[in-house]
């Protein structure tokens, strides 16, 4: 059974950083796309970054230059930095995967990532 733990999350000042962990179990594919979103009370669930394992990487445009998105693939652990948060960063943070997959994109989450875990919430307060 997949299971997708994330942690990390919390209450923090603007201007602050945060390192988001999502632990994987359950599967022994050997690539697997990840992605990180979030959701704000009333919004739609938005996406941030994504990873195959192999490494390649891509970001939302919005998302470029304060989010990191990283993996220890030996701990099966990805990771989301985040730096210089910002009151607008607050939200639920969801880690996602995908394997076999065959296009590792931000777009249509819900078709795209069968597994989700619960998510770990980010409250950045002014």
């Known amino acids: 059974q997949v299971q997708l733990v994330e942690s990390g999350g919390g209450s923090v000042q603007a201007g602050g950083s945060l390192r988001l962990s999502c632990a994987a179990s359950g599967y022994t594919h050997s690539d697997v796309c990840m992605g990180w979103f979030r959701q704000a009370p009333g919004k739609e669930r938005e996406g941030i970054a994504t990873?195959?394992?192999?490494?390649?990487?891509t970001y939302a445009d919005s998302m470029k230059g304060r989010f990191t998105i990283s993996q220890d693939n030996a701990k099966n652990t990805l990771y989301l930095q985040i730096n210089n948060l910002k009151p607008e960063d607050t939200a639920m943070y969801y880690c996602?995967?995908?394997?076999?997959?065959?296009?590792?994109?931000?777009?249509?989450?819900?078709?795209?990532?069968?597994?989700w875990g619960q998510g770990t919430q980010v409250t950045v307060s002014s």
């Open positions: 990873i195959t394992t192999r490494g390649s990487t």
């Open positions: 996602a995967a995908e394997f076999p997959w065959s296009l590792c994109t931000l777009r249509d989450p819900v078709r795209n990532f069968r597994y």
